[in-house]
């Protein structure tokens, strides 16, 4: 039996006010072999593009948004917005039923999502760890998670 791929759905990641090139640059190398839809930023506080060993940018739809608000009112039609934050009101990863059309926002290690996102975010989802995890790492952890759970929500 063949599997449309419009029925499997589509995700897309990105982080808000990113740190530092490098974390960028492998958020989209693994968001690349992971099979995301497209990538983004919000805000722009690092100074030059990501590394990008394997030119994910050239392979993927890549958007930036210059605050949260210009994001949020392009955020694709039917898509939930899925909010990675060490927050009281996320849910665990490892219970959480990924939607089968989302959007994962990643904030900086610093200073995390904005509270803006958190409150427009349909999902939070957090890591079973008390302290916070490189956005890289944890992009590449919810990714793998998605890949791994074979069920989406609708």
Same mark, same amino acid.
């Given at each position: ?35 995301? !839809? ?93 302290? !916070?995890?490189?956005? !890289?790492?944890?992009? !590449? ?14």
């Amino acid at each position: 039996m063949t599997t449309n791929n419009l029925e499997q759905g589509f995700f897309g990641i990105g982080i808000q006010n990113g740190k530092t090139p490098e974390n960028l640059g492998v958020l989209w190398r693994s968001a690349q072999n992971m099979g995301a !839809s497209f990538i983004f930023t919000i805000g722009n506080r690092y100074a030059k593009q990501a590394c990008d060993t394997h030119k994910a940018v050239g392979a993927m739809p890549y958007f930036h948004y210059e605050s949260f608000a210009e994001f949020y009112k392009h955020l694709p039609k039917g898509a939930m917005l899925v909010g990675v934050e060490l927050a009281e009101s996320a849910v665990s990863l490892e219970t959480f039923k990924h939607p089968r059309r989302c959007v994962y926002l990643l904030g900086a290690e610093d200073h995390g999502l904005s509270n803006e996102a958190i409150e427009k975010s349909h999902h939070l989802v957090k890591f079973s760890s008390t302290l !916070s995890l490189n956005v !890289s790492v944890a992009g !590449s952890i919810v990714m793998y998670d998605r890949g791994m759970k074979s069920e989406f929500s609708t």
